[in-house]
């Protein structure tokens, strides 16, 4: 074990990059039954106003969400469905917020335990964005990460789904990143090389393989 350990910080010392930061949705979270239930809480909260939407019309609505790279995509979903009418709008959103505000839909990604536990043998340190702590400790693999890792940006590479609140936000700091195309964000796209991933990933053995060329390089 001592010696496995010690050729672990060999590699490691050989690499630029010493820790990977994973934004919890999309890359270790699945976020499909958060999003199912969102997009349903917002539906049943228009019609409940009567506004009569359909999946359809839903999922448009949050495909325009996701193309105006919208901060709040809940709050232009509802804006889009309602027509942007002020009043209506805040009431929708009351009422989504009391369907989801306790809502924990945490489900883990099939194989990303395995890559963690992988990438901590190799000596690297494991953060979280948005850390949903609480999740990560029900779901059994909170004692993969580190609360609050003490390492350079530029020695950290950073996983996210979002390229306006992951991925540009990374680069700007000075961390490689990589895009995990999943759930609602899989169409977006940069609109400019400072939103440019260096690396994009449909699923979690393309991580691997991204992460490793990362260190190699």
């Known amino acids: 074990m001592r010696e496995h350990r010690e050729v672990a910080r060999g590699l490691l010392a050989l690499n630029r990059y010493r820790a990977v930061i ?5 890359a270790v979270d699945l976020e499909f039954a958060w999003e199912m239930a969102l997009d349903g809480a917002i539906a ?4 409940l106003e009567g506004i009569r ?3 359809a019309m839903v999922e448009e609505a949050s495909e325009q969400a996701v193309a105006a790279f919208a901060p709040d995509v809940a709050r232009h979903m509802i804006e889009t469905l ?6 209506t709008v805040a009431r929708v959103a009351r009422r989504v917020e009391a369907m ?5 839909a945490f ?12 990438l901590k043998a190799r000596g690297l340190v494991l953060g979280a964005r948005e850390l949903r702590w609480q999740r990560l ?10 609360r609050d890792p003490d390492v350079p940006a530029t020695e950290c590479i950073l996983v996210g789904d979002r390229i306006d609140a992951d991925i540009a936000p990374a680069k700007a700091a000075g961390m490689a990143t990589i895009q995990f195309r999943s759930g609602r964000w899989r169409r977006q796209r940069p609109r400019s090389e400072a939103e440019t991933p260096d690396a994009v990933v449909t699923d979690v053995a393309e991580l691997e393989v991204a992460i490793l060329e990362r260190l190699k390089g």
């Open 107 to 118: 489900q883990i990604r099939p194989e990303i335990e395995s890559l963690l536990k992988r």
């Open 82 to 87: 309602c027509g942007g009418e002020p009043t």
């Open 53 to 55: 939407v359909d999946p």
């Open 137 to 146: 400790e029900r779901a059994g693999i909170a004692y993969l990460f580190v």
């Open 100 to 104: 989801t505000g306790q809502l924990d």
């Open 22 to 26: 994973f934004d919890i949705g999309g």
């Open 44 to 47: 049943a909260a228009c019609g």
